[in-house]
T-cell receptor, first 114, second 112 residues
Framework: AQSVAQPEDQVNVAEGNPLTVKCTYS??????LFWYVQYPNRGLQFLLK??????LVKGSYGFEAEFNKSQTSFHLKKPSALVSDSALYFC????????????FGTGTRLLVSP | DSGVTQTPKHLITATGQRVTLRCSPR?????VYWYQQSLDQGLQFLIQ???????AKGNILERFSAQQFPDLHSELNLSSLELGDSALYFC???????????FGPGTRLTVL
């Protein structure tokens, strides 16, 4: 079965510093990978996805993610963190059997301090 | 704003009751997905509809059912509610041929 793992429950970073939120995947075949962000009392917002092509994917709000097939990773990155980036981040993979259903990781809380 | 709407925002009810959650997908999206987010289970896929037909089922309890209507809005029915059903229920929609799902703001269900 397709799955993703987010090894860190929380990531702390100072404003202005680069941030990385980690995700590793386990899939059969080619992975379809996604990052979503959830702000308090809000729904999930799509940030970016990797289907095929360049290993560096650019998304919304200055975020990008690097797909690494050899390490089966899809880490989310941003060169300079903002306090407003503080939120819950989810990595997800499209399930191959469930038509298009998404299988989510457990989420990583990002806390950016001023 | 994703364009996906969900009503109500909050729902408080008692054990044993039945509730209906409503979702309107983005204009043009034929696929609707329902997910449950709880502290112990995380984000779990429940069920998917495409143009009125059920397409995929996840870990959806028999007490739960859903449907998608001709105008493409969807309803999730939860019956014989238990305390453990308290969660955030999200609806998402996607355009045919694309992989990106857009999520609504969710309905927070509290079962007392």
């Amino acid at each position: 079965a397709q799955s993703v793992a987010q090894p860190e429950d929380q990531v702390n970073v100072a404003e202005g510093n680069p941030l990385t939120v980690k995700c590793t995947y386990s899939v059969s075949g080619n992975p379809y990978l996604f990052w979503y962000v959830q702000y308090p009392n809000r729904g999930l917002q799509f940030l970016l996805k990797y289907i095929t092509g360049d290993n560096l994917v650019k998304g919304s709000y200055g975020f990008e993610a690097e797909f690494n097939k050899s390490q089966t990773s899809f880490h989310l990155k941003k060169p300079s963190a903002l306090v407003s980036d503080s939120a819950l981040y989810f990595c997800a993979v499209r399930d191959i059997k469930g038509f298009q259903k998404l299988v989510f990781g457990t989420g990583t809380r990002l806390l950016v301090s001023p | 704003d994703s364009g996906v709407t969900q009503t109500p925002k909050h729902l408080i009810t008692a054990t044993g009751q039945r509730v209906t959650l409503r979702c309107s997908p983005r204009s043009g999206d034929l696929s609707v997905y329902w997910y449950q987010q709880s502290l112990d289970q995380g984000l779990q896929f429940l069920i998917q509809y495409y143009n009125g037909e059920e397409r995929a089922k996840g870990n959806i309890l028999e007490r739960f059912s859903a449907q998608q209507f001709p105008d493409l809005h969807s309803e999730l029915n939860l019956s014989s509610l238990e305390l453990g059903d308290s969660a955030l229920y999200f609806c998402a929609s996607s355009l045919t041929g694309t992989d990106t799902q857009y999520f609504g703001p969710g309905t927070r269900l509290t079962v007392l």
